[in-house]
């Protein structure tokens, strides 16, 4: 099993940051390599919705079945795998910690890929660097999420 973990501080409150990470819309861009993904049922993240993640490897498609296994409201979000797709086994487990001014957020991702799903046509070791590169690009891009600003509302438009 591979572990990967990364711990961040992201210039924003904790609810901005948790409005982000459970709003399912941001998904395929939290994962790099995400191309699409279906919610059942649609919405916010809630305990038992399961995601059906198309992602790419290089030129070729592949896909990922996961289901919100734990959820606390703001300090904690736990996804698991589903049988099917490129994991025997996956969890990700993402904790929040408001501090002054900022929130700190641990990411903590372990996973075995499936050598069923990969064959012949993919090169194992490939697909585990790929794989590793974008669940460390995660917390980073929840960092700059969670941290836009919105645009300023000029006078005109307000009227």
Do not use: C
Request: proline residues 6%.
């Amino acid at each position: 099993m591979t572990k990967v973990q990364s711990v961040v501080e992201i210039e924003a409150p904790i609810d901005t940051v948790w409005d982000v990470l459970t709003d399912t819309s941001y998904i395929v861009k939290l994962f790099r390599d995400a191309v699409a993904v279906k919610v059942d049922p649609p919405g916010r993240s809630s305990v038992g919705q399961k995601y059906h993640l198309i992602g790419k490897v290089g030129r070729r498609r592949i896909e990922i079945y996961l289901q919100v296994a734990e959820l606390v409201p703001k300090p904690k979000v736990v996804t698991v795998h589903t049988p099917g797709g490129l994991f025997k086994s996956f969890q990700q487990e993402t904790l929040l910690h408001p501090g002054a001014g900022a929130t700190v957020a641990k990411t903590t991702f372990e996973y075995e890929l499936s050598l069923g799903y990969l064959g012949k046509v993919l090169n194992q070791i490939l697909v585990e660097r790929l794989v590793r590169d974008n669940l460390r690009s995660y917390s980073n891009t929840l960092k700059e999420l969670s941290e836009l600003l919105p645009l300023p509302v000029e006078e005109e438009d307000k009227a």
